[in-house]
């Protein structure tokens, strides 16, 4: 395969394997965190803002809570309406440093028979989908200890 | 405490899927209303309309749409669009020019004509919509966070999908009575159950469709009402559209994550929990006073949420509530008399509007079958995506 690994979205992560790592900002004045990345300015109100850094957040956070997809979702999802549909969970995971819960996609082969609230999970790289000369990259929680 | 408005009139049409055009159901819906306040259109001196974006071009300027279609004749115009606030912007803003003297009699509509199956963003490659983002990153259809809300009520409080299926079993057997809602039949917990999954754990009866529909009111100033012969009019008291405060930690449609309590910890006030003090506080009332509500029932498990965020119980205690019959007709304090959305199905900018419509009829004691005894103080609840508060107190 010669297709082009390319981030379905510019700038939300970064790396590969263990090294990989979703990125936020954070403002240098109040220290607030910001998930997708705010580059504009700091929108904490009781901040007078400052220049917003790139950061990259903690790999490994707690489900915050979990469910499913059993019907196929409308565009813009991209998805193959020639294949049948396969139900896919997703995970919205509590990460303690940043104090903030950030929601994603499960690992293939992850169902929501194998999570519960309060669970291990780490970020790692996973594929949205592919074209002909793309693959379309994105983040997915997997739980701890689990290889794919 | 601001002065109350009166409510002359109230209208529907009755939600469905029914193929037709937004503008045709808000103006039968707004000549129903006319009708029961016992106006002529041109005593109108302010339309307000809730935007439909799925209407196309006419659907974001609904107010000017409904007026043409009423026949040109003159009145102040706006239109609004809160997501699924939009109904109560527009309540909101028609009584804000009457408070403020600009207008005597005012009529609000909202009307939409849903698409099938999952709403979905506008189109084209607009990475920058945080609505476009979640759809194209994550596949996360507005079920998929029912969902995540429901099962983080099991983790937390041990709510079950049986508690669950005794709110849709409860409104289905309301909206069995009313002839306005899309689905009248009643709905056992066995169907319930054996319904398909949507988004684990809810499943396709413990979550509202999209629907058509339409809704409309007749406001006015109470010298207009006194005016007009009616001495006793249901009033609304207090109008709710407050935003959330920073930083909101609950995960809210449509956003991917939340805001970071790293900087500032966050209120013990849940967002849905602040848009109902809110509406109290204008009020003047508590949840003590209430004698039924409309709540926004996006899911059988958001009604129990709800519950708590309107302090009819505690924290946690939705289910308990529900199990105990108190949100039911005879309860302590009915809740979606009207069907809700269980029976009704979302019909976005109308909604809002459709819960106040229930209100006026539960308060003047018009509301046939389903009738709350000795309703005096209703509340409405509801929220609007990208941080849109939504609720209503009436009073007769």
Redesign the interface.
């Given at each position: 395969m010669s297709r082009t690994r390319t981030p379905?979205?510019a700038g939300w992560f970064i790396g590969d394997g263990d090294d990989f790592r979703l990125l936020g900002t954070r403002?240098s004045s109040?220290?607030?965190?910001?998930?997708?990345r705010e580059d504009v300015h700091c929108?904490?109100?009781?901040?007078t803002g400052g220049p917003l850094e790139e950061i990259s957040l903690s790999r490994k956070g707690r489900i915050?809570?979990?469910?499913?997809?059993?019907?196929r979702?409308?565009?813009?999802?991209?998805?193959n309406p020639e294949l049948p549909w396969e139900p896919?969970a997703?995970i919205?995971v509590e990460l303690a440093?940043?104090?903030?819960?950030?929601?994603?996609?499960a690992a293939p082969g992850v169902t929501?028979a194998d999570l519960?609230?309060?669970m291990e999970v780490e970020v790692v790289p996973g594929v949205?989908h592919e074209d002909a000369e793309t693959t379309w990259t994105?983040w997915h929680w997997r739980p701890t200890g689990v290889r794919a | 405490m601001t002065k109350d408005v009166a409510v002359l009139g109230a209208g529907m049409h009755p939600w469905g899927k029914w193929g037709r055009s937004f503008v045709e159901y808000g103006t039968a819906a707004a000549r129903e209303a006319l009708a029961d306040a016992g106006l002529d259109w041109r005593d109108i001196g302010s339309i307000v309309g809730a935007d439909t974006v799925r209407g196309g071009y006419p659907g974001y300027v609904a107010g000017a749409t409904f007026a043409k279609a009423l026949g040109w004749q003159g009145a102040r115009v706006a239109s609004v669009y809160a997501a699924c606030a939009s109904g109560a912007q527009a309540i909101a803003a028609a009584r804000a020019q009457i408070l403020a003297g600009l207008a005597d009699v005012a009529l609000v509509v909202g009307a939409d004509a849903a698409p099938k199956g999952f709403f979905r963003p506008a189109g084209g490659e607009r990475p920058d919509d945080p609505d476009w983002l979640r759809f194209r990153l994550l596949g996360a259809t507005n079920p998929t966070y029912f969902g995540l809300y429901a099962r983080r009520r099991m983790a937390v409080h041990g709510d079950t999908p049986e508690d669950f299926a005794l709110v849709k079993v409860k409104n289905a057997a309301m909206g069995a009575l009313n002839p306005y809602a899309r689905y009248r039949k009643r709905v056992t917990a066995e169907e319930v159950a054996a319904s398909a999954v949507v988004a684990d754990p809810l499943r396709l009866l413990d979550i509202c469709a999209t629907s058509d529909g339409g809704a409309a009111l007749v406001l006015s100033s109470m010298d207009f009402a006194q005016r007009h012969g009616v001495a006793r009019p249901v009033r609304i008291r207090a109008v709710s559209t407050v935003t959330p405060r920073f930083p909101n930690t609950v995960l809210d449609l449509p956003d991917i994550a939340t805001d970071s309590a790293a900087a500032v910890a966050a209120d013990s006030e849940s967002f849905r929990a602040s848009i109902a003090r809110a509406a109290y506080e204008e009020a003047g009332i508590g949840p003590e006073d209430l004698s039924l509500a409309e709540v926004y029932d996006l899911s059988t498990a958001m009604e129990l949420q709800w519950y708590e965020d309107l302090g009819l119980c505690g924290e946690g205690e939705g289910a308990k509530l529900v199990r105990e019959g108190a949100t039911a007709p005879g309860g302590r304090i009915p809740v979606n008399s009207s069907g809700g959305l269980a029976s009704f199905g979302e019909a976005v900018p109308a909604q809002a509007i459709a819960q106040v419509c229930e209100l006026t009829w539960q308060l003047r004691g018009a509301a046939g079958d389903r009738q709350i005894a000795g309703a005096r103080v209703g509340i409405s609840a509801n929220q609007g995506l990208f941080g849109h508060g939504s609720s209503v107190v009436a009073v007769r």
């Open positions: 379905s979205v403002c109040c220290a607030t965190v910001f998930f997708p929108r904490n109100p009781y901040c915050w809570s979990y469910t499913d997809s059993h019907y979702p409308p565009s813009p999802y991209v998805s896919y997703l919205a440093a940043e104090r903030i819960v950030v929601l994603g996609q929501v519960t609230v309060g949205l994105t | -």
